[in-house]
């Protein structure tokens, strides 16, 4: 049975979690959200985008941020459990 495990379970279970750890860093890119903010920021400055669109992206993207913190921490906290 264990060889079973060895040979068919761990490395399907193994190429999970690679997949989720990718998605999960592609979902909450912190650079790409900076990104976005300095995006926001801009189109603001040039007329682009009225103050309450511009205040109303910016919260979103401060919601993105503090979640791609605490889902970046969660990560770290699993690789280090996983050494």
């Known amino acids: 049975m264990f060889l079973v495990d060895d040979l068919l379970v761990n490395p ?11 998605a999960l860093d592609e979902m909450y890119d912190m650079e790409a959200i900076q990104d976005d903010i300095k995006e926001n920021r801009l189109l603001y400055e040039i007329g ?4 309450e669109e511009y205040e109303e992206r910016k919260q ?9 913190e605490q889902i970046q921490a969660q990560m770290r906290n699993q690789m280090e459990v996983k050494r």
């Not at 399907?12 to 990718?22: C, N």
């Not at 682009?48 to 103050?51: I, L, T, Y």
């Open 12 to 22: 399907f279970l193994s190429l999970l979690d690679i997949l989720q750890t990718m």
């Open 48 to 51: 682009e985008r009225s103050k």
């Open 60 to 68: 979103e993207l401060e919601a993105q941020v503090e979640m791609a």
